[in-house]
Structures are given as structure tokens and as C-alpha cells.
T-cell receptor
């Protein structure tokens, strides 16, 4: 099945620094990628949707200047948390949707990455 | 705006019991639905996907059904085991096919 990876899996940083999280689709081309955030004991909340080569669409309440998303290729999207603060500490999960090799459309299914845990001190 | 509820929020059962987890959507226009498992501090593991043309899916001891008319889904776990202990999330893809909306999850604890 399709695989989505995230890097790093864990990151601890000081308040005020920026952190970049990578999301890669390993065996398919992801035309659309999604970024979710999960606070402790809460469910996943969609932050933004990005299509390859275009600007991301952010959900209401998510600051686009703080959470920079770049989807420059069909296999890579990055989320940069700029000037991170302790309240940004969370579990960030990406998912990808697109065509598998061979042209089989997978638009009905999203493949989720393993998540990145961010702790801002 | 689509909202998802999951009942119960938490469940603790002795090993061997059969159990049912419930998920409901405020907007019944769900294109497809997926059940996930999440272990503490980990990412999501997809369990079952009910496609738009389907009403039910089975995998091993798991069975999920979707009633599109009411926007409700159930996940049935047979002969529960301690290894089933985790949080179970349901997520629905709306008819516009834009993105999944997640429920808050049910925290399951199966006691040996």
C-alpha cells in the first residue's frame, strides 16, 4: 500500500525558533496533502490543504504566516512552524492523496504519515 | 459545518467481550468513512475503509458498517484482547471529497 513518511518524528526546540517538518509520499505522487494538528487527548484538526504547485488553503483560525506550507513537488510537502511558542507544542500529522503508480486514482483514500511530535520549551 | 461525535468517549472491558463503538455525523452526506486506531503517542493506523458504494467492511475481528441515511457508523470488535487497547477514531470524507473530518475518538481499554 501507499506509504507516507514524516521527518523528524520528534523535535524539541526553544521558544522563538522555527521548525520545519517534512512529509513525503514514498511510492505515489501526492497531488494533495493535508496537515493536521492533534493536542493531547483531542482529535485531529485539519490545519491546511495544499495542492502541488499552488498556495495552501488554511482552515479558519490557522495563521498562514505562522504555519508556512510548501508543496513544491508531487512527493514532498513541508510545514514550517515559525517563531514557535510553547502553545504550538502538539502532534502534527500529514496525509497525502493522489494517483498510485500505474494511474490508479486514490482520491477516495488518504494515506497518513506517522506524525511529528513538537515540544517547544 | 460537519461535526462528528463518538460514543462512548471511553470504554473499559474485560478481555473476551464483544463491543460496539459508535460514530455519527451531523451531515449524513458522507462519501466514505474510515476507522483508525491510534496508540498513545503514535500516528494513525487505518483499520477499515467503507467506500461510497459499500455499506460494510470486515477485517478479522473487526466489522464496520455505515448507514448513510442517518450518517451513523459502528465498529464492532469481537472477542476483545488487551492488544486492542487504543483510541479508535472515525473519519468521514464529505461528498465534495475535500478532506476527512475526524471524530474525537473512543479510548478503549481491554483488561486481561
Amino acid at each position: 500500500g501507499a506509504v507516507v513518511s514524516q521527518h523528524p518524528s520528534w523535535v524539541i526546540c526553544k521558544s522563538g525558533t522555527s521548525v520545519k517538518i517534512e512529509c513525503r509520499s514514498l511510492d505515489f505522487q501526492a497531488t494533495t496533502m493535508f496537515w493536521y494538528r492533534q493536542f493531547p487527548k483531542q482529535s485531529l484538526m485539519l490545519m491546511a490543504t495544499s495542492n502541488e504547485g499552488s498556495k495552501a488553503t488554511y482552515e479558519q483560525g490557522v495563521e498562514k504566516d505562522k504555519f508556512l506550507i510548501n508543496h513544491a513537488s508531487l512527493t514532498l510537502s513541508t510545514l514550517t512552524v515559525t517563531s514557535a511558542h510553547p502553545e504550538d507544542s502538539s502532534f502534527y500529522i500529514c496525509s497525502a492523496r493522489g494517483a498510485l503508480a500505474g494511474g490508479l486514482e486514490t482520491w477516495e483514500t488518504q494515506y497518513f504519515g506517522p506524525g511529528t511530535r513538537l515540544l517547544v520549551l | 459545518k460537519q461535526e462528528v461525535t463518538q460514543i462512548p468517549a471511553a470504554l473499559s472491558v474485560p478481555e473476551g467481550e464483544n463491543l460496539v463503538l459508535n460514530c455519527s455525523f451531523t451531515d449524513s452526506a458522507i462519501y466514505n468513512l474510515q476507522w483508525f486506531r491510534q496508540d498513545p503517542g503514535k500516528g494513525l493506523t487505518s483499520l477499515l475503509l467503507i467506500q461510497s458504494s459499500q455499506r460494510e467492511q470486515t477485517s478479522g475481528r473487526l466489522n464496520a458498517s455505515l448507514d448513510k441515511s442517518s450518517g451513523r457508523s459502528t465498529l464492532y470488535i469481537a472477542a476483545s484482547q488487551p492488544g486492542d487497547s487504543a483510541t479508535y477514531l472515525c473519519a468521514g470524507l464529505d461528498n465534495y471529497g475535500q478532506n476527512f473530518v475526524f471524530g474525537p475518538g473512543t479510548r478503549l481499554s481491554v483488561l486481561p
